[in-house]
């Protein structure tokens, strides 16, 4: 499936008046590329709000005050009015976004060219509503802080796009209808039964899925929570950052202490993994352990072994009727034969301690290991001292800064230990440690699961239906099979993909894509620079966009934000290629190397919206009004 937006229409929305942009030209074509400037104040950020909360359906859980801070601002108006036109391949949706200032309700209606007239709700083409949920619509409609999240470990923004955009989400269904049809079986069944017994039985099941349900909603908030945790931590850590500019020593300080625990922690690391391979070599362990596999081998020299004859060369001779001796062999020979056989070693353990025999007389014991220790210590020892620096940096710069400061500060640390609990309860709830004695069926959706199919179990018995389950079992364990297959076939081929895009985009550094469990973990190292986050995010998604069954339009906020000029031509190159309709709201410095790139390309639209002198906003077309604005006039949102 197709989705293109077509255009959109604001209404008495803070200093909106009456605003329409459209995505089609005359003939009612699809623009593909479109670049909006939106002057200071006149609604960038707004758009972005809107367009979400309409598309996933949020608006309407808006509070009061959210909704009424969209009213006008320079007149009096009860009504805001927010509406976008959708074409899913060839049938158009209208959808409608209702803000009420008086009573602080949002609402949205549908229309569509099928049905005609006004429909409450969001409506939806059946195959997309199992997914247009917040977390999908925010992939194509989309901002720094989504590009983030497909590299934060607490998030699984990653895998869930995978699941979505590849249909993975279909076998979810499947397995669900599938167990839907054995509890209906098994409850047409059990009324041949004990009706009491069942009856406990199913109460118990129904308990524990209760409760399975429940914890799946308690881990949703704990990551949303975590979500916005980390995020005011982020945005406080940028204020205090901002703070300690003003101490342009102190600040040095920090900064070079910074790089120093940077290039400290990468050493450390290295250490580690060259620590971890010398162990590889138990002789060098120490210069006592070497000696013993001396002896060892030296005991084995001794002993003969292997032994030159091998079991294989007796049990060939029970075959044979004469022996090597010139005796003939018959039945009571044989039956000698093959019994003492089992006290020679076959010829494939020959070949292995043969080998061992080789490598323990050719170890050769230095001090290698034991000096990577040292290195190690020296190292953690210098990553202490780099702490206490860091430390009496930070109160330093606490005391100068003053009230603020410490404000922050402290607002961190609480956030810091928000954080620490949110994690620890979240993953007492999703862990599959089974020998960890704290994790119940109710506080562990694991645990929960293994009761659950217990329940099933005996009911199966109750109701005469184990056959029925079997079969559930089957296809569920196939489907699960598969999608654990395709998931992982997937995960290799996107990581290929994406890493030959990240070498055009990111060509001063070496940035690649190591794996995607849940979130994206990059090569030999923890994160990435905001303008590598958003190339990262970018060749990703290109990615999946690229070979996915359903083709979405992309909606960017300042979409190269600080990205330097090489990476912005290489996004330019990368997003028409891989999204069938772009919408790019811009800022004046992002047209330089981005969309000025797009001046010669067809099906292609260039807007500026900017204040109006009568209060309101006014809106022109065209490149040439597009470049000579950002050039005089640097009023972005």
């Excluded at 509070?63 to 108006?77: E, G, L, Y």
């Excluded at 562990?444 to 199966?460: C, G, M, T």
Aim: net charge negative; hydrophobic share 35%.
């Amino acid at each position: 499936m197709k989705m293109s937006i077509l255009g959109i229409e604001y209404k008495n929305i803070r200093k909106i008046t009456d605003l329409k942009l459209s995505f089609v030209d005359a003939t009612g074509n699809v623009i593909n590329n479109n670049f909006i400037m939106m002057a200071n104040g006149t609604g960038k950020t707004t758009t972005m709000a809107l367009l979400k909360g309409l598309l996933d359906g949020t608006a309407v859980e808006w509070s009061a005050c959210d909704v009424k801070s969209f009213a006008p601002t320079t007149r009096v108006s009860d009504v805001g009015e927010f509406s976008i036109i959708v074409k899913f391949d060839e049938r158009k949706y209208k959808y409608f976004l209702y803000l009420n200032y008086r009573t602080g309700v949002a609402t949205i209606n549908t229309t569509t060219t099928e049905n005609g007239g006004y429909e409450e709700g969001r409506h939806l083409p059946d195959s997309l509503k199992d997914i247009f949920s917040p977390e999908f619509v925010s992939r194509f409609v989309f901002d720094g802080e989504q590009a983030k999240k497909t590299m934060d470990s607490s998030s699984n923004e990653a895998e869930e796009t995978i699941k979505y955009l590849y249909r993975l989400d279909k076998l979810d269904n499947i397995i669900a209808s599938n167990q839907k049809i054995l509890t209906e079986i098994q409850e047409a069944e059990g009324a041949k039964g004990s009706k009491g017994s069942l009856s406990n039985l199913n109460s118990r099941r129904d308990s524990v899925r209760k409760t399975i349900e429940t914890l799946k909603i308690k881990a949703k908030k704990l990551k949303n929570d975590i979500e916005e945790y980390q995020t005011e931590q982020k945005n406080n850590i940028v204020r205090r950052d901002e703070l300690d500019k003003n101490y342009e020593k102190l600040n040095a300080e920090k900064q070079d202490i910074i790089m120093e625990q940077r290039h400290n922690k990468d050493e450390v690391d290295a250490k580690i993994s060259e620590i971890l391979n010398l162990m590889k070599s138990p002789y060098l362990i120490s210069s006592g352990f070497n000696e013993r596999m001396y002896e060892l081998a030296s005991s084995m020299t001794k002993l003969k072994l292997p032994k030159t004859i091998s079991r294989d060369f007796f049990v060939e001779l029970s075959d044979a009727d004469i022996c090597v001796c010139g005796r003939e062999i018959k039945d009571r020979e044989r039956q000698f034969i093959l019994i003492n056989a089992e006290k020679y070693l076959g010829s494939d353990q020959q070949s292995v301690l043969n080998a061992i025999k080789s490598s323990l007389n050719s170890n050769s014991y230095d001090e290698s290991l034991s000096e990577a220790y040292e290195q190690l210590k020296e190292l953690r020892e210098e990553g202490n001292r780099l702490q206490t620096r860091f430390n009496n940096n930070a109160e330093k710069l606490l005391k100068a800064g003053g009230e603020e400061a410490f404000k922050l500060n402290e607002r961190i640390s609480e956030l810091e230990k928000k954080i620490a609990v949110a994690k620890s309860s979240l993953d007492i709830i999703e862990s599959k440690d089974e020998s960890n004695e704290e994790l119940t069926e109710n506080n562990n959706i694991h645990k929960a699961r293994i009761v659950s199919n217990d329940y099933e179990q005996k009911i199966a018995a109750a109701t005469r239906t184990s056959i029925a389950l079997n079969r559930k079992k089957a296809v569920e364990t196939l489907l699960l099979d598969i999608k654990s297959n395709a998931t992982t076939e997937l995960k290799k081929e996107i990581v290929r993909k994406t890493n030959e895009k990240l070498k055009k985009v990111i060509r001063d550094d070496d940035i690649k894509i190591d794996d995607i469990d849940k979130y994206i973990k990059l090569k030999n190292r923890d994160g990435a620079s905001e303008g590598q986050t958003l190339g990262i995010a970018y060749c990703f998604l290109g990615t999946l966009f690229e070979d996915a069954e359903l083709e979405f339009p992309f909606v960017i906020d300042s979409p190269t934000g600080k990205m330097d000029f090489d990476k912005r031509q290489a996004v330019a190159d990368i997003i028409p290629n891989v999204f069938n309709q772009m919408i790019a709201f811009v800022q004046s410095a992002e047209v330089e190397h981005f969309a000025n790139r797009f001046y010669d390309k067809p099906n292609t639209q260039f807007i500026t919206i900017i204040a109006s002198t009568q209060g309101g906003v006014e809106i022109h077309t065209g490149k040439e009004f597009f470049d000579s604005y950002q050039r005089n006039d640097k009023g972005d949102e």
